[in-house]
């Protein structure tokens, strides 16, 4: 069979499928709706949605649309000015802005990832028992076996307090406390970050494959020794899938967290907001361009380790 022909006939299937797939009138309706709604909401002058008429709401979004066009390229209408227009501002605030920005996640990220991973020996459930993995350990005490019924619980449940509390209540307490320094934003994000990552990297290990862990123990080996050379090198790529996952949260709540009055983009965020859309946006692509460059050197870092 030719090329061409066996094309057809992939198509043909494809069509047949397509044909014979389940359609369902509910969701049709609901589509419907949602988009009925969706346009009643922005043409409608009435006072649920405001008093401005739809031809009014209209012309504000295309106002705001021309707004966002670099202002050189607004006056002159010659597209070649954005760059010297955008590399100004990268080097007026921009690039401390965002060197600020990415040193606080980064500081955060490392912070909490350095509080978690030693402490996983005590939060496994698996590990952090008298028995690890149902296995006998000797002769225990009656303080060794109150240990280890306590710990456990304890750090998961502190793992679980420190990520309730919202990172941007955490920085804007310890503001009050330490000052206005990049500090108190570093621990707020390290704080909430370290429940997070103890309940993330947890599950990991409490799914992880233990027959060698488990045959390492029966061997006389001890929790620290079993977690290091065992578990731990097995599970790091999935490790660092969420450490680099919440390192781009990081950058994306440091952003966030500058709106208290530190310099970092979204100090200059919130500067712009309202009165210089453009770099408002140049701001938020800066920020985003950096977090897809951490994205792409995760995955390269994963698959150089895989």
Avoid at 31 to 41: D, K, P, Q
Wanted: charged share 15%; net charge positive; with cysteine.
């Amino acid at each position: 069979m030719s090329l061409a022909a066996t094309l057809t006939d992939r198509q043909g299937r494809v069509d047949d499928l397509r044909r014979q797939r389940t359609r369902s009138p509910f969701l049709a309706v609901i589509v419907s709706v949602l988009a009925v709604g969706i346009a009643w909401a922005w043409l409608s002058a009435g006072p649920l949605f405001g008093r401005l008429s739809g031809e009014r709401r209209w012309q504000n979004f295309t106002n705001f649309l021309h707004e966002l066009v670099p202002s050189p390229v607004r006056k002159s209408g010659d597209w070649s000015e954005a760059l010297p227009w955008a590399w100004g501002l990268l080097t007026d605030e921009g690039f401390v802005a965002l060197m600020t920005t990415l040193g606080i996640a980064t500081a955060a990220i490392i912070l909490a990832a350095m509080i978690v991973l030693p402490i996983l020996i005590f939060a496994s459930r698996q590990l952090s028992r008298l028995s690890p993995f149902g296995l006998q350990s000797g002769e225990a005490g009656p303080i060794h076996s109150a240990f280890w019924r306590i710990v456990g619980p304890v750090i998961r449940f502190g793992f679980v307090l420190s990520r309730a509390i919202p990172e941007y209540l955490l920085a804007f307490l310890l503001l009050s406390l330490l000052g206005l320094q990049v500090w108190p934003l570093v621990l707020a994000l390290a704080i909430h970050n370290t429940g997070i990552l103890g309940r993330l990297w947890g599950e990991v290990v409490e799914n992880a494959d233990t027959a060698a862990a488990e045959n390492a123990m029966a061997s006389g080996s001890d929790r620290t020794s079993v977690y290091a050379t065992r578990i731990l090198p097995g599970v790091f790529n999935r490790f660092l899938i969420y450490l680099f996952y919440r390192w781009e949260t990081c950058v994306k709540d440091a952003t966030v967290l500058g709106m208290l009055g530190l310099l970092t983009l979204g100090k200059l965020i919130a500067l712009s907001k309202g009165f210089f859309w453009d770099r408002m946006l140049f701001y938020i692509l800066l920020g985003s361009a950096v977090i897809l460059i951490s994205d792409l050197f995760s995955t390269w870092l994963r698959r150089h380790l895989r």
